[in-house]
T-cell receptor
Framework: AAGVIQSPRHLIKEKRETATLKCYPI?????VYWYQQGPGQDPQFLIS???????DKGSIPDRFSAQQFSDYHSELNMSSLELGDSALYFC????????????????FGPGTRLTVL | AQTVTQSQPEMSVQEAETVTLSCTYD???????LFWYKQPPSRQMILVIR??????QNATENRFSVNFQKAAKSFSLKISDSQLGDAAMYFC?????????????FGKGTHLIIQP
């Protein structure tokens, strides 16, 4: 079965540079989520999109922005990178249960490992 | 805000034995989802099992089952016949069922070691 695709898988940047992470959800999934997992930490929810509109917002820094496009893929844009942004960034996708007006199980991609030097 | 607590940072079990991982959560909601995810050394987040709060029956997936106690806000994972491939970090996660409240809240994780 098709899974969530993330690119790139690894990224190395210098401080103050910008980075763009891409996410391609499972086909027919309409909701995408972004998470950040620091070393030895649990994943922290950043932001989510449903049908190209922001759905929920977590602990996303103001330096970060994201969007979902018409083909449902999503991009996380990170500017003025700091050393503390070094982490594993996950994208997850799900489909909305319209009868319950709720999103269901989130399936995670393999993650993008960002290293800021 | 909801919180998820995993009180066991590390657990060790002999291969083929049974182990139970604990998870408690705090919420004022009556309808929500609970999940267990597995994160092996590859760092991939793999869904193990899910439970809908409005369902009384405990979820089961092959060797994995949960003990969901809604009143006690407890959601433990039982792994039967442990295998070497079960070695991983296990995260308990909570999600409100309402539309718009989409982010998962994770516990700190339990590192499961399988002794051959």
């Amino acid at each position: 079965a098709a899974g969530v695709i993330q690119s790139p898988r690894h990224l190395i940047k210098e401080k103050r540079e910008t980075a763009t992470l891409k996410c391609y959800p499972i086909p027919r999934h309409d909701t995408v989520y972004w998470y950040q997992q620091g070393p030895g930490q649990d994943p922290q929810f950043l932001i989510s999109f449903y049908e190209k509109m922001q759905s929920d917002k977590g602990s996303i820094p103001d330096r970060f922005s994201a969007q979902q496009f018409s083909d449902y893929h999503s991009e996380l844009n990170m500017s003025s990178l700091e050393l503390g942004d070094s982490a594993l960034y996950f994208c997850a996708s799900s489909s909305r249960d319209r009868a319950r007006d709720s999103t269901d199980t989130q399936y995670f991609g393999p993650g993008t490992r960002l290293t800021v030097l | 805000a909801q919180t998820v607590t995993q009180s066991q940072p590390e657990m060790s079990v002999q291969e083929a034995e049974t182990v139970t991982l604990s998870c408690t959560y705090d919420t004022s909601e009556s309808d929500y989802y609970l999940f267990w995810y597995k994160q092996p050394p590859s760092r991939q987040m793999i869904l193990v099992i899910r439970q809908e709060a409005y369902k009384q029956q405990n979820a089961t997936e092959n060797r994995f089952s949960v003990n969901f106690q809604k009143a006690a806000k407890s959601f433990s994972l039982k792994i039967s016949d442990s295998q070497l491939g079960d070695a991983a970090m296990y995260f308990c996660a909570y999600k409100d069922s309402g539309g718009g409240a989409d982010g998962l809240t994770f516990g700190k994780g339990t590192h499961l070691i399988i002794q051959p």
